[in-house]
Nanobody, 115 residues
Framework: QVQLVESGGDLVQAGGSLRLSCVVSGSTYPVGVMGWYRQGPGNQRELVAA???????DYADSVKGRFTISRDNAKNTVYLQMNTLQPEDTAVYYCKARIFRQDYWGQGTQVTVSS
């Protein structure tokens, strides 16, 4: 019943920007920590950024200074602003939400950065 709907993935040139969005619906309980993960071809899924309800954030070293995660608790929505994109950022980006000790995942959205 809980659903995570992602949007914003696209093809972009190196140096460009994208903004990803993820909306959580159908939750009976408050949404806890939310985050973005990514997985490139042949690679393991890795944490990109996470954000707690109070605004505390955590970023992978590879995206610090370029990406910004934010959330709107009233709308159960998390965002990822991605600037100065590089070809190494090419991956499927997945949204995750913690709800009452359970993790829920979105279907993923493709981000492709051309060199």
């Amino acid at each position: 019943q809980v659903q995570l709907v992602e949007s914003g993935g696209d093809l972009v040139q190196a140096g460009g920007s994208l903004r990803l969005s993820c909306v959580v619906s159908g939750s009976t309980y408050p949404v806890g920590v939310m985050g973005w993960y990514r997985q490139g071809p042949g690679n393991q899924r890795e944490l990109v950024a996470a954000i707690w309800r109070g605004g505390l954030t955590d970023y992978a070293d590879s995206v610090k200074g370029r990406f910004t995660i934010s959330r709107d608790n009233a709308k159960n929505t998390v965002y990822l602003q991605m600037n100065t994109l590089q070809p190494e950022d090419t991956a499927v980006y997945y949204c995750k939400a913690r709800i009452f000790r359970q993790d829920y995942w979105g279907q993923g959205t493709q981000v492709t950065v051309s060199s």
